[in-house]
């Protein structure tokens, strides 16, 4: 809604005034008569809106009015009917100048935020030694995501709460905008009432007894003033209809008027909700996702420290298994193996019977020796004789 505009309408009256041959000055604005919803027959019009003092204010004015006056019936209601066109044209401006597309796309935005933290993003680090650091790192990343996630939607709402504020206000000028729509009804209520009972007091008095005296006079001048009062009582009548249609104006511009401000409302409650309900909500569940995050990296890092240990025990107790059992049977086993002895035995023995063979072989070549020895040796002593006895 445009402010300048919105504050040259809310100078104008709110409070129903009836001027004839002079534009309406304003006045202070009131607080607004209770609407009254009771209906009338379709052929008369409702004044059952104004108070007591408005329709003793309608009476009174009904003598104001001179038919005769030719500039005061062109501007008859027409001040109203001015004030009631710049009005609709700043209804037009509130309208036009809404761009609740711009709320739709922050409230958007704020749903692509969360979805863009993610907390269960898997890391490409794998092994138990790389454990440690890819939660770190995992954690990090995270933290960095959420902060610019916060920071994200923090900007947008901000910019939501100004909006807000924004709406708030239209709502509140929107109130004042609809009292003085009201007052512009019952102000055209009031000049069409007047005129009307006016019209019907010239038609039915001041117009008869002038054709009354037309017909008795017979002048023409008589016959011509009254037609002319009848002429002026038809142009009356035409400008009471146009007030009619301004007052049917007002009329139906008041729901359209109450329409713009429930959806004013309605999105200023919706910002409302994101900002104090969503907004919080959605960080208390990525502080959540966090905290989920932390607790399965720290089960995930438990289960793998577990894995690791429980393997390493088994390797250990089949080590001590294979050591145990090796041991035990080595402690078993004597200083010696009886196949060592029995092997060792037999080696004694054949030994000794080689050398028991060896030496009954040696005995006997010894014997051997000996006889031939002795038999070389008498060869010996027998040539020795015979060559001496040859020499002498």
């Excluded at 509130?94 to 409230?107: A, P, S, T």
């Excluded at 993610?118 to 794998?126: I, L, P």
């Excluded at 438990?302 to 240990?309: G, L, M, P, Y």
């Amino acid at each position: 809604m445009d402010t300048e505009l919105k504050e040259d309408v809310l100078t104008m009256t709110s409070t129903p005034t009836l001027e004839f041959g002079e534009a309406p000055k304003p006045k202070e604005v009131p607080a607004p008569a209770p609407e009254v919803t009771s209906a009338a027959p379709a052929s008369e019009m409702d004044d059952s809106m104004l108070s007591q003092e408005e329709k003793q204010l309608v009476d009174s004015f009904v003598e104001k009015i001179d038919l005769h006056n030719t500039q005061g019936i062109l501007e008859y209601g027409a001040g109203t009917q001015k004030k009631m066109a710049d009005f609709s044209q700043s209804t037009l401006e509130n309208v036009r100048g809404k761009d609740m597309g711009e709320i739709g796309d922050l409230l958007a935005s704020v749903v692509t935020e969360v979805k863009s933290f993610d907390a269960t993003e898997e890391d490409s680090n794998k092994g138990f030694f790389g454990l440690f650091k890819k939660t770190s790192n995992k954690i990090t990343a995270l933290k960095v995501k959420y902060d610019k996630a916060e920071v994200s939607v923090n900007n947008i709402s901000n910019a939501l709460e100004g909006h807000q504020i924004v709406l708030l206000k239209d709502v509140a000028m929107l109130d004042k905008m609809y009292d003085m729509n009201l007052s512009y009804y019952k102000e055209l209520t009031m000049y069409i009432l007047a005129g009307k009972k006016k019209l019907e007091k010239t038609r039915n008095h001041e117009l008869v007894e002038m054709r009354t005296k037309a017909q008795t006079s017979g002048l023409a001048e008589d016959a011509q003033a009254a037609r002319d009062l009848d002429e002026l009582c038809n142009r009356f009548e035409k400008k009471l209809h146009d007030l009619d249609l301004t007052r049917t104006i007002a009329m139906q511009t008041a729901p359209q008027i109450r329409l713009i401000q429930n959806n004013d409302t309605q999105m200023a409650e919706k910002i409302q909700s994101t900002i104090v309900n969503t907004i919080p909500l959605w960080k208390n569940q990525m502080v959540i996702a966090l905290g989920v995050n932390h607790s399965l990296q720290a089960a995930q890092a438990q289960r793998e420290v577990t894995d690791a240990t429980n393997e390493l025990l088994k390797k250990n107790s089949e080590m001590l298994k294979t050591a145990t059992i090796e041991t035990a049977r080595e402690n078993e086993r004597g200083v010696v193996d009886m196949e060592t002895l029995k092997t060792t035995n037999a080696n004694l023995i054949s030994t000794l019977d080689e050398v028991m063979k060896i030496q009954q072989e040696g005995r006997q070549a010894r014997a051997q020796a000996e006889t031939e020895l002795r038999t070389m040796e008498n060869e010996l002593k027998n040539k020795l004789l015979t060559s001496s006895a040859a020499l002498n």
